[in-house]
T-cell receptor, first 114, second 113 residues
Framework: GENVEQHPSTLSVQEGDSAVIKCTYS??????FPWYKQELGKGPQLIID?????GEKKDQRIAVTLNKTAKHFSLHITETQPEDSAVYFC?????????????FGPGTSLSVIP | DVKVTQSSRYLVKRTGEKVFLECVQD?????MFWYRQDPGLGLRLIYF???????EKGDIPEGYSVSREKKERFSLILESASTNQTSMYLC????????????FGSGTRLTVV
């Protein structure tokens, strides 16, 4: 069935270093790839998304890349700060409607060490 | 600031009790969702609704039901709570068009004893 894999499950980086989280998806019909950040005690929050007609998107220190041929996409955080510590979820959907099935990855727990 | 509000942060219920989890959004979103979050399993969709009085089963609907009598409110009902329903429950909402993200509530951590 449809699946989104995410690696690594945990990641520790020194403050100021970069962090990379990678996801792969199985459904070739997927066209929309959001990323969510979940801080402790809070619900997930959309931080960036990318659509299949775009290979890369950047928003300040965060960037996402998409390789549709290989069915993988990645989140890159540069110049990490302690407030980046959270669980990050990738997701994939066809994007035809907002209730088309969204498959979430299992999450990556990022720790930024001051 | 737009919001999805879940009525309880923590709940402790006994096995066999009927449990209501309430979710209210103030963004006039058509779509609302209930997810369950468990360690290592990510987010799993229980039910969703794309209109008032409409509901659709997600991936794990067994043991749950939902109610959407008003656009802004989506309730998750555990008909007879069991210990394997101990979990974090997340409500989300969105506009109906594709390629839009979800707005999540802060979650309700339910413990069934």
């Amino acid at each position: 069935g449809e699946n989104v894999e995410q690696h690594p499950s945990t990641l520790s980086v020194q403050e100021g270093d970069s962090a990379v989280i990678k996801c792969t998806y199985s459904d070739s019909a997927s066209n929309y790839f959001p990323w969510y950040k979940q801080e402790l005690g809070k619900g997930p929050q959309l931080i960036i998304d990318i659509r299949s007609n775009v290979g890369e998107k950047k928003d300040q220190r965060i960037a996402v890349t998409l390789n549709k041929t290989a069915k993988h996409f990645s989140l890159h955080i540069t110049e990490t700060q302690p407030e980046d510590s959270a669980v990050y979820f990738c997701a994939a959907s066809s994007g035809r409607t907002s209730y088309d099935k969204v498959i979430f990855g299992p999450g990556t727990s990022l720790s930024v060490i001051p | 600031d737009v919001k999805v509000t879940q009525s309880s942060r923590y709940l402790v219920k006994r096995t066999g009790e009927k449990v209501f989890l309430e979710c209210v959004q103030d963004m006039d979103h058509e779509n609302m969702f209930w997810y369950r979050q468990d360690p290592g399993l990510g987010l799993r969709l229980i039910y969703f609704s794309y209109d008032v009085k409409m509901k659709e089963k997600g991936d794990i609907p067994e043991g749950y039901s939902v109610s959407r009598e008003k656009k802004e409110r989506f309730s998750l009902i555990l008909e007879s709570a069991s210990t394997n329903q101990t979990s974090m429950y997340l409500c989300a909402s969105s506009y109906p068009q594709g390629m839009v993200g979800y707005t999540f509530g802060s979650g309700t951590r339910l413990t069934v004893v």
